[in-house]
């Protein structure tokens, strides 16, 4: 049961390790939009040209939408989630054999 369990925590984080190099983490673009601000707030020359980017960030389609969302999450869950996975079949196996 035990070797099953590292042997499956192992394949676990090999998948992570794998999955991210064709799916690099989706960090979306947050809307950095002064709509709504007031004018009294500006500290910069109104001649100067804008800096700030309006697009609105793209939502996750196709292939991100799938399998790659839960390649985003962060690298301080990889080891939690490896030993979780470890203990669950390391235990299951040992339980059924």
């Known amino acids: 049961g035990a070797i099953t369990g590292v042997l499956a925590g192992f394949?676990?984080?090999?998948?992570?390790?794998?999955?991210?190099?064709?799916?690099?983490?989706?960090?979306?673009?947050?809307?950095?939009?002064?709509e709504g601000c007031l004018a009294?707030?500006?500290?910069?020359?109104s001649t100067e040209p804008s800096m700030i980017s309006t697009t609105a960030a793209s939502s996750l389609t196709g292939a991100e939408a799938?399998?790659?969302?839960?390649?985003?999450?962060?690298?301080?869950?990889y080891s939690p989630l490896e030993l979780?996975?470890?203990?669950?079949?390391?235990?299951a196996v040992s339980f059924f054999t």
């Not at 064709?22 to 950095?32: E, N």
């Not at 979780?84 to 235990?91: M, Q, R």
């Open 11 to 34: 394949t676990i984080a090999l998948l992570i390790i794998i999955g991210t190099m064709f799916y690099p983490p989706y960090w979306p673009q947050l809307p950095v939009s002064t």
């Open 40 to 45: 009294g707030n500006i500290t910069t020359n």
């Open 84 to 91: 979780t996975v470890t203990l669950i079949v390391g235990v």
């Open 66 to 77: 799938g399998f790659a969302w839960f390649l985003n999450m962060s690298y301080q869950w």
